[in-house]
């Protein structure tokens, strides 16, 4: 069974530029996860979604993000303008009911902004 | 709030030595408690898990136990190898929510 997928898996950009980061979920789990990882800040949760709902998005930076999940199995990550201090690794997870605890982490995006 | 901390790194060690990470916690009411590890250029994944006091997780020759007295749940091996080399994240999940509290992360190298 395929895990979850990320892609693309490493994207360089200019500065200004706009960013897609795209995940599939593992099929069947109704939870989904944006995090962001760098050396300075580490894990950071970004949003999560229930059932395709953003539940909380308290951890998105700023209005340059935004993060949609038009159906089970997809969800986008869009940075616009990007900067030079977007650059990290980027990963999407996905889990299975409330309290259940396991989250399953694609290989995450590592984006760079020049 | 919850919170969860853990011993800085980095942490090298030799082949074959013991290991302990430490991981406290911080929470309300009776959390869940995970240690995930992730692999160079890798994802985390749950390395085992404990759901309630006293509870051992186990797997891969490591431990850990949860321990609600000390709130404590650090993360033990008996002999590391050179394959263990991660980083380590000590992790909590309050039995209501679904968001996962994640530690700063401690990253491990073995020499051989």
């Known amino acids: 069974d395929a895990g979850v997928i990320q892609s693309p898996r490493h994207e360089v950009t200019e500065m200004g530029q706009e960013v897609t980061l795209r995940c599939k979920p593992i099929?069947?789990?109704?939870?989904l996860f944006w995090y962001r990882q760098t050396m300075m800040r580490g894990l950071e949760l970004l949003i999560y979604?229930?059932?395709?709902?953003?539940?909380?998005d308290s951890g998105m930076p700023e209005d340059r993000f935004s993060a949609k999940m038009p159906n089970a199995s997809f969800s986008t990550l869009k940075i616009q303008p990007s900067e030079p201090r977007d650059s990290a690794v980027y990963f999407c997870?996905?889990?299975?009911?409330?309290?259940?605890?396991?989250?399953?982490f694609g290989p995450g995006t590592r984006l760079t902004v020049l | 709030g919850n919170s969860v901390t853990q011993m800085e790194g980095p942490v090298t060690l030799s082949e074959e030595a013991f290991l302990t990470i430490n991981c406290t916690y911080t929470a309300t009411g009776y959390p869940s408690l995970f240690w995930y590890v992730q692999y160079p250029g890798e994802g985390l994944q749950l390395l085992l898990k404990?759901?309630?006091?006293?509870d051992k997780g186990s797997n891969k020759g490591f431990e850990a136990t949860y321990r609600k007295e000390t709130t404590s749940f650090h993360l033990e091996k008996g002999s590391v190898q050179v394959s263990d080399s991660a980083v380590y994240f000590c992790a909590l999940l309050r039995s209501s929510a679904s968001k996962i509290i994640f530690g700063s992360g401690t990253r491990l190298s073995i020499r051989p």
């Open positions: 404990a759901t309630k006091a006293d």
């Open positions: 979604f229930n059932n395709n709902v953003p539940i909380d």
């Open positions: 099929s069947g789990h109704d939870y």
């Open positions: 997870a996905s889990s299975m009911g409330q309290g259940m605890g396991e989250q399953f």
